[in-house]
């Protein structure tokens, strides 16, 4: 499955050719899939994935994120429901949840006689993160290695509370975003999608104020029309909605949920 040579993938991004490119692999092949198929991810599987985390790169090495799987059928239930009830939440083989993590750091710290007074910057809250979004895209990119599809779910910061509670997370922590994990269905529709091309977000030396959005508008108008989506809203409009302060899905107070938390005191 999902078998495009780096130059196909290429032309599919960007609707053109690559004048060369280098055997990049599979690495620009992904594309999020909400269809899985029965087959379980072994566990041994799931522990290199976790180790291949665990590799990516880590602010000073504080390593301030956790991972919580849930495997447990009621327990992914309900934080499927706390998810808008996505439908791949239910259906993947591993689902996990990425936490933004102090809380391990300012304990080992206290132990060792440390004031971790600096965590209540908002660097440090960035900093987590950053870790946690390094870590689950090492995840992704080795679980495409082994033909293993994901889907990031966002919606996992619906319901900060239930989730907190439903995993037990104490204070300084909290959950960033869910990870689906499994075999793509045989049927599973899963395109590669088009991206800006990269003088929109590649600039050289200087900040752009003006890239060519009207041509990747035109390119999406058409991947739109061709998954069976309206065509009329473009990817600006689209995009727009999306960012426009209307479609929080519950996201509205995080600030104060994360500063009940612990987090972002300075
Ligand atoms: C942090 C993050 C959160 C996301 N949350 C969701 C989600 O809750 N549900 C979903 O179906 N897709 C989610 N996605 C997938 C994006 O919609 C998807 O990556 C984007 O449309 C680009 O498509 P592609 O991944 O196939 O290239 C999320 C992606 C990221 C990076």
């Known amino acids: 499955m999902f078998t495009e040579t780096p130059s196909q993938a290429w032309s599919l991004r960007y609707g ?3 004048s060369s490119l280098p055997d990049l692999g599979r690495f620009l092949n992904h594309r999020t899939v909400r269809q899985y198929s029965n087959e379980p991810i072994p566990e041994e599987v799931i522990a290199g994935l976790v180790a291949a ?11 301030l994120y956790s991972m919580v799987s849930v495997q447990e059928p009621e327990a992914r239930k309900q934080i499927a429901v706390m998810c808008s ?3 791949q939440i239910h259906t993947c083989s591993w689902f996990f949840a990425f936490v933004a993590d102090h809380f391990r750091l300012a304990k080992a710290a206290k132990e060792a006689g440390q004031n971790p007074a600096g965590l209540d910057y908002l660097e440090f809250f960035t900093m987590a993160a950053i870790d946690a979004a390094l870590a689950a895209e090492r995840m992704v990119c080795a679980a495409e290695s082994l033909g293993i599809a ?8 619906n319901d900060p509370v239930g989730v907190r509670d439903l995993l037990g997370l104490p204070s300084q922590t909290y959950g960033l975003f869910g990870l689906c994990l499994g075999y793509p269905a045989e049927d599973a529709k899963a395109e590669i999608k088009p991206r800006l091309k990269q003088p929109a977000i590649w600039f050289r030396e200087k900040y752009d104020e003006n890239p060519d959005i009207a041509e990747y508008n035109a390119r999406m108008k058409e991947f739109y029309e061709s998954q069976g989506m309206s065509g009329d809203v473009d990817w600006s409009m689209r995009s727009g909605r999306r960012v426009d302060g209307n479609h929080m899905s519950g996201r509205d107070s995080m600030l104060d949920y994360v500063r009940e938390q612990g987090f972002l005191k300075r």
């Open 53 to 63: 985390a665990q590799s990516a790169a880590t602010s000073s090495n504080l390593q």
């Open 150 to 157: 994901s889907c990031y779910i966002g919606a996992l910061r």
């Open 16 to 18: 053109d050719q690559a």
């Open 85 to 87: 009830d996505q439908k």
